[in-house]
Structure formats: C-alpha cells, structure tokens
C-alpha cells in the first residue's frame, strides 16, 4: 500500500512565522504535490516537483517556496504566515509512469 | 484556467438506492478521469479511474465517460450510509502538464438510513 505521510496533524502559528510543512512517501514515487483545501474552493495546487530538486509552480504559489533534496521528502514553506494561509494543506504523490495521486492525511493550519 | 464542475449538493438518497454523481470538464485533452472519496475531517480517497469511454463497474461503483460531451460520471448502487461523504472529480490536464489534475469542488453525498 501507498503511504504518504504528513509531519503534523494540526498546527497553529502566528502571523510572519515561518511555517514548515513536510511530505514523506515510502513507495519510491517521482512526482509529489502540495495542494490546499477550502470551503467552496476545492483543491487548489501549489507546488509540485516531478523529481529530486525539481519544482513548478502550481495555481497559487505565492507566498510559498518548496524544497526537495530527498526523492521520499517534500516541504512546504510558508516564508511568512500571514491569515489568508488559513487552510487544509494536502500533500499527494504519485508514480511518475502513471497518473493516480495518493494523498497523505492533511495538516490543517491556523494562523492567528 | 481549465475547469471541473460538479453540483455541489447535497445530494440525498435513501439508503439502497442508486446515487448519481456528474462532472463536466471543460479541456478536450483530458485523457484520464478519476473520482475520489472524502470523509470529512479526512484527505481524499480514489474510487476508481476511467481511461476510455464507456462504463468501468468496480463493486458497487460504475465511472461512465463521454469524452464528446465532456462529461464523467459516477453511480453508487445500493447505497449505504458510510457511502455519505463529498465525491471529487479530478481530470488530468493537456500539455505539459498532463500528470498534473484539476479538481472540482465536489458533491456532497447523503444517504439516509
């Protein structure tokens, strides 16, 4: 079975923190993502990185930066969280020969 | 920005009836179409994933694509309460960027007991 998992459950930070969010996938996956989720907005990308050091950016990147040095790893960084960050972030991966994305369990980050 | 529409509910059918869930996707170079399941609270699930058109049945769930229309779709048969949840639609988009997927906002689903 895929497993991706996210380093945090819930987070609270406050406004012009910097915020990291990680990503591990254990099933050797090239391509992994980060999407944030909000009511009646839907799933929104990021960021994503089709290898190691390897970024695009997605739909929304601003006020984001990504980094991956480890095939297995991938971070979000919220450079200075401001409120509108408030959000359900996702983070997803997938095997670069095929096109199903399995997603981790989300981080759900509230900035005050 | 290519877009994925889907009503977003709630949709409400008693318990073992036939639940229909649609999406219309508006870029013609979409070529793989799936439907994810999320609890709420929890990140989203695949059902299942459709290629060509036609119907694909996996256990109780049928993905049905018409690439000319540009429509997806899922039926739910005999449906059961733990089938209650917010169903996505996800389509790959052309180009570059095919290994990439666009996402609607979903349905919500009920299914009453």
């Known amino acids: 079975d895929v497993k991706v998992t996210q380093s945090s459950r819930y987070l609270v930070k406050r406004t012009g923190e910097k915020v990291f969010l990680e990503c591990v996938q254990d099933?050797?996956?090239?391509?992994m993502f980060w999407y944030r989720q909000d009511p009646g907005l839907g799933l929104r990308l990021i960021y994503f990185?089709?290898?190691?050091?390897?970024?695009e950016k997605g739909d929304i990147p601003e006020g984001y930066s990504v980094s991956r040095e480890k095939k297995e790893r991938f971070s979000l960084i919220l450079e200075s969280a401001s409120t509108n960050q408030t959000s359900m972030y996702l983070c997803?991966?997938?095997?670069?020969?095929?096109?199903?994305?399995?997603f981790g369990p989300g981080t759900r980050l509230l900035v005050l | 920005q290519k877009e994925v529409e889907q009503n977003s509910g709630p949709l409400s059918v008693p318990e073992g009836a036939i639940a229909s869930l649609n999406c219309t996707y508006s870029?013609?170079?979409?070529?793989?179409f799936f439907w994810y399941r999320q609890y709420s609270g929890k990140s989203p699930e695949l059902i299942m994933f459709?290629?060509?058109?036609g119907d694909k049945e996996d256990g109780r769930f049928t993905a049905q694509l018409n690439k000319a229309s540009q429509y997806v779709s899922l039926l739910i048969r005999d449906s059961q309460p733990s089938d209650s949840a917010t169903y996505l639609c996800?389509?790959?988009?052309?180009?570059?960027?095919?290994?990439?997927?666009?996402f609607g906002k979903g349905t919500k689903l009920s299914v009453i007991p």
């Open positions: 997803a991966s997938k095997d670069g020969g095929k096109e199903t994305q399995y």
């Open positions: 996800a389509v790959t988009r052309s180009g570059a960027g095919s290994y990439q997927l666009t």
């Open positions: 990185s089709y290898d190691v050091k390897m970024k």
């Open positions: 459709i290629y060509s058109n």
């Open positions: 870029d013609r170079g979409s070529q793989s």
């Open positions: 099933m050797d996956h090239e391509n």
